[in-house]
């Protein structure tokens, strides 16, 4: 702690290098999530599809059979909500930006990790840079689900599930707690 209570820069700079990796994670993660999805959606709509063409076919050629008709008609109508769907949710986009925004917090997290590596030398200005750098980078960075017990909602990296809505609020509050009492 520095004089008056202030935590060091050092410090700050040490806790946000921290919060900075877990966001990078938790948008690479994010990102995985969303190319994965694209590909469900994608390859579940190609084999709808295939399976209505077939089941036409099928159901001309032997029109007494209403199940088939049926289930080709359901089948269809599947294909096209899967297909519209995938316009709407545009995961494609959506892993871009959040691979992106992995991106810059792992640069800004490196610049931190630069700045740490001369202790002595480490400046309000280093801090307020940072502080500048990380808000530029959380006005463009989408927005990252919060963990609602489902794969839908939660971040899941092999067998642990990371609750990012609570990690990126953790550190939102330590910079707007942090940093006023510097200037």
Known sequence: ???GGVPAHFEILERWSRGLQMLHVAHNIASERFDRWNRVTGISTAMLSAVVGTTLF?????SGLTG???IAGTASLLAAALSAGQLVWNYPEL???HRAAA???ATLRRHVDMRLASRDQVTEADVDVTSSEWEDIEQSAPQLR???GSAHGCLAAGSVFLNVSLIAFTFNA???SVVPSLR
């Open 95 to 97: 892993a871009s930006r």
């Open 58 to 62: 099928a159901s001309l050629s032997a």
């Open 103 to 105: 991106v810059r917090y």
């Open 68 to 70: 088939v008709r049926v």
């Open 146 to 148: 919060r963990c609602r």
């Open 1 to 3: 702690m520095a004089d």
């Open 174 to 176: 330590l910079q707007r």
